[in-house]
């Protein structure tokens, strides 16, 4: 699982937008049918609607998990005034 959080750390995210940490579950990311994953790049006519996001872990009432997604240097990464924005809510 730690592969899982390297584009995190080579992209600044952890460090710049969070702390580091230690992924405790596992989970994906569906735009449509194409699944994306740390990085990964997707076009802003990708990402008009809402992402799938499936918890591939125990379900109980006991866990509770916050999803945030981000990009760190919109729209530059020396002017980034957009990195966080509320596109979805659910």
């Given at each position: 699982?730690?592969?899982?959080?390297?584009?995190?750390v080579?992209?600044?995210?952890?460090?710049?937008?969070?702390?580091?940490?230690?992924?405790?579950?596992?989970?994906?990311?569906?735009?449509?049918?194409?699944?994306?994953?740390?990085?990964?790049?997707?076009?802003?006519?990708?990402?008009?609607?809402?992402?799938?996001?499936?918890i591939?872990?125990?379900?109980?009432?006991?866990?509770?998990?916050?999803?945030?997604?981000?990009?760190?240097?919109a729209?530059?990464?020396?002017?980034?005034?957009?990195?966080?924005?509320?596109?979805?809510?659910?």
């Open positions: 699982m730690a592969r899982s959080i390297e584009p995190l080579v992209g600044k995210v952890i460090g710049d937008v969070v702390d580091m940490f230690n992924p405790t579950t596992e989970f994906t990311i569906h735009y449509g049918s194409k699944q994306i994953s740390n990085g990964y790049e997707i076009k802003p006519s990708a990402a008009v609607d809402k992402p799938k996001a499936q591939l872990g125990p379900r109980n009432q006991a866990n509770l998990y916050t999803l945030v997604m981000v990009d760190p240097d729209p530059s990464p020396s002017e980034p005034a957009l990195r966080e924005w509320l596109h979805w809510y659910r």
